[in-house]
């Protein structure tokens, strides 16, 4: 085996930020086996590519991101390709099949022997290994890929929501939470090193503990990180029919918890959610926007809608951008529904027409931006704290987030320094004097 030449590995980890964390836990698996890491595939020896496999969109950036892969490894730039992530996890077999210039395909429950098989893959087998999806470890080191100021930790993995559109239960199986003392221990770890802001993640944050402890239990969680040296706490993914009183309590009580819930709502009607096998309507729905506004004041809403659902109607359609507009979400995505094979959505035989899905997705996301040039309209003048993110040196900017700015999604706030030295991570007060195309643009003071 040649192991002492080929040590440079290249991670290209694609879609969520809870596959980022398992291509974190690899890292960590290679480094403590030797192996070193380039950020550029094309100066590697190994190039990992973590997949996602949630819609069309995803399905279609890891083939465009394998094919480049092939041809560095045509052209003699890199020797080997593995496969990791939802899509290999999905479609298993296949992908050597697909793919015969991949070197190996490994599935989710098979992360904690990744070392093992890179080993195996550089001696000469083609290694296509699955196991229980139940069995994928979510505990273990981990090497950030993040900035040092800000962690992704998954309190669980899994879906036990079976909404008629979506393959994650497929793919990642039951829904499955890790336990409280492991989170807090890796919460503690976190602090000790310099994180500032921890973002909890899972496919459904608010379901935590209810495998485990028979309770939801995110409140009491939150309540244990809260004791660590963190600044801000943020919540991702949380489904409105277990957002709890006591939840908000907390989220409202805790002065570290930032005042932001992600919240995928899909639809307002409520006879399109039932096909999706969501629950609420639009009644309820508006009740918890209320309720949320009312008692956590200036509290950011982040929610994403699927335009063309099969059977969506136009009249359905013209009521979810009413919705839109009266609930008027500071944060909004937005998905032209996908047919994903295996799901009953994709079997439904009112599928609407492609053109229509995305002509609708594009109504609601001009709306939106008009909606947050309003907002950001409305926010000039005001002061406002930015965590520090990097220095743009064609604006001659610096840019950060507010605690209304989740990484990676919700775009930058950019501002001036004046000449004072700033850092990343840096928690700076910034004035916030104009918006230029959609983007807040300040001074620090």
Not at 129 to 144: A, N, P, Q
Not at 170 to 177: C, D, E, Q
Request: aromatic residues 10%; proline residues 3%; hydrophobic residues 40%.
């Amino acid at each position: 085996m040649n192991n002492e030449t080929i040590t440079k590995v290249a991670v290209v980890s694609l879609g969520c930020a809870k596959n980022q964390v398992d291509a974190e836990m690899m890292m960590s698996k290679l480094a403590d086996a030797g192996y070193a890491f380039v950020e550029e595939p094309g100066v590697s020896d190994i190039v990992l590519i973590n997949t996602c496999g949630f819609i069309t969109a995803a399905k279609e950036e890891a083939i465009e991101w394998l094919n480049e892969l092939i041809a560095l490894k045509k052209e003699g730039r890199i020797k080997y390709i593995c496969v990791t992530g939802c899509l290999s996890e999905r479609y298993r077999e296949e992908f050597i099949e697909l793919f015969p210039e991949v070197d190996a395909v490994i599935g989710i429950a098979e992360y904690e022997n990744i070392a093992e098989y890179f080993r195996k893959m550089q001696n000469g087998e083609k290694i296509a290994v699955f196991g229980e999806k139940e069995k994928h470890t979510m505990e273990g080191k981990r090497i950030l890929s993040t900035q040092p100021h800000y962690a992704y930790m998954r309190i669980a993995d899994g879906c036990d929501n079976c909404c008629t559109y979506c393959a994650i239960p497929k793919i990642r199986g039951r829904f499955r939470s890790r336990p409280m003392e492991n989170i807090v221990e890796d919460a503690k770890h976190l602090a000790e090193d310099g994180v500032k802001e921890l973002i909890l993640i899972a496919q459904d944050t608010t379901r935590y503990g209810l495998d485990l402890y028979g309770k939801l239990a995110l409140p009491e969680l939150l309540n244990r990180l809260c004791e660590f040296d963190f600044k801000w706490i943020r919540l991702l993914y949380c489904y409105p029919e277990r957002i709890t009183d006591e939840l908000i309590s907390v989220i409202k009580n805790q002065p570290k918890i930032v005042k932001y819930l992600d919240i995928p709502m899909q639809h307002c009607d409520g006879s399109l959610l039932k096909r999706m096998n969501r629950k609420g309507d639009e009644n309820s729905l508006r009740e918890l926007v209320a309720k949320l506004r009312r008692e956590i004041p200036g509290i950011t809403l982040r929610t994403t809608f699927i335009t063309g659902f099969p059977g969506e109607t136009e009249e359905q359609f013209n009521r979810l951008g009413e919705f839109a507009e009266d609930m008027k979400f500071e944060r909004m995505g937005c998905f032209a529904y996908s047919e994903e094979e295996g799901t009953p959505a994709a079997e439904f035989p009112d599928q609407v027409d492609e053109e229509i899905r995305e002509h609708r997705k594009e109504i609601l996301e001009e709306q939106q931006d008009t909606r947050v040039a309003a907002l950001y309209e409305g926010m000039t003048g005001e002061e406002t704290e930015v965590v520090v993110e990097g220095y743009d040196r064609y604006l001659e900017h610096y840019f950060g987030r507010s605690a209304m700015y989740a990484p990676e999604i919700d775009g930058m706030i950019y501002f001036t320094a004046k000449g004072k030295k700033v850092a990343v991570g840096d928690f700076v007060v910034v004035r916030l004097k104009r918006v230029v195309e959609n983007n807040l643009i300040g001074e620090m003071i």
